[in-house]
């Protein structure tokens, strides 16, 4: 009983950790930083110690603490020389990283070109890579519809699961997706990407997702978030409490 109130109480703590204060102070995602490192290096602890259910709690701890954070006015330049600057456009962005050796992440290319191709004019579709510019990314760019804007690390990253573009720092691994609002709030977050694989489930079965199926769920999830930034952008504009 204790641990799964101590488990509801680390969650908690990473909804109202920074909430103390004024209630109209606001949550910078650089600010949170150190709090991410912290957790992060818990979540990679408690896998090591074979504890999935801890491992998970420090997890949500990071995406809580995310959620509801702001970021900074920054401006991506991409591959072709093109500017995007989050708090100047009056679209939510959809803001995902990835790399060109992380699987998930090609995977889930025609799934998001699809989805940008049908929200374009409502959405802006921003992928932030940790590879620099160069041939191998410019092969992969070519794999993104027109709507995606494609944008390399300036420097080289310090780690596999780390990449900083214009001030933009990520800790968190590939792929990921940041829902930004038109006043720079993170108002969701998500992690990972469906790939066709083979798999025990809980009872021991054997279980495989399809190449088709992993599609279809990319798909659903990238549109629901999509569908989620435009809902929130609709209760901003006309001032509709959610």
Not at 74 to 96: C, E, S, W, Y
Request: charged letters at 25%; one cysteine or more.
């Amino acid at each position: 009983m204790k641990r799964i109130l101590g488990l509801a109480l680390l969650g908690l703590w990473a909804l109202t950790g920074y909430s103390q204060g004024k209630t109209t102070d606001r949550k910078s995602f650089s600010g949170i930083q150190p709090r991410l490192v912290h957790y992060r290096t818990l979540v990679e602890k408690a896998w090591k110690d074979k504890d999935e259910q801890l491992a998970l709690a420090y997890s949500d701890s990071v995406k809580y603490s995310i959620i509801g954070s702001y970021t900074d006015n920054h401006t991506f330049v991409t591959l072709d020389n093109r500017q995007v600057a989050l708090g100047k456009t009056i679209k939510p962005v959809m803001l995902v990283t990835s790399a060109t050796w992380c699987g998930p992440c090609m995977f889930e290319i025609p799934a998001l070109n699809k989805v940008a191709e049908e929200y374009a004019d409502k959405v802006e579709f921003v992928v932030l890579f940790q590879d620099m510019a160069g041939e191998k990314l410019a092969n992969t760019a070519k794999k993104y519809g027109k709507q995606i804007l494609v944008v390399p690390s300036q420097k080289q990253a310090e780690g596999v699961s780390v990449l900083s573009v214009s001030g933009f720092r990520h800790i968190t691994g590939f792929p990921t997706n940041y829902l930004i609002n038109s006043q720079n709030k993170i108002i969701n977050y998500s992690q990972g990407a469906f790939m066709p694989m083979t798999y025990l489930d809980e009872n021991g079965r054997k279980v495989t997702m399809t190449k088709e199926e992993a599609e279809t769920r990319n798909y659903e999830k990238l549109k629901e978030e999509a569908e989620m930034l435009l809902r929130e952008h609709f209760y901003k504009r006309f001032d509709i409490s959610q």
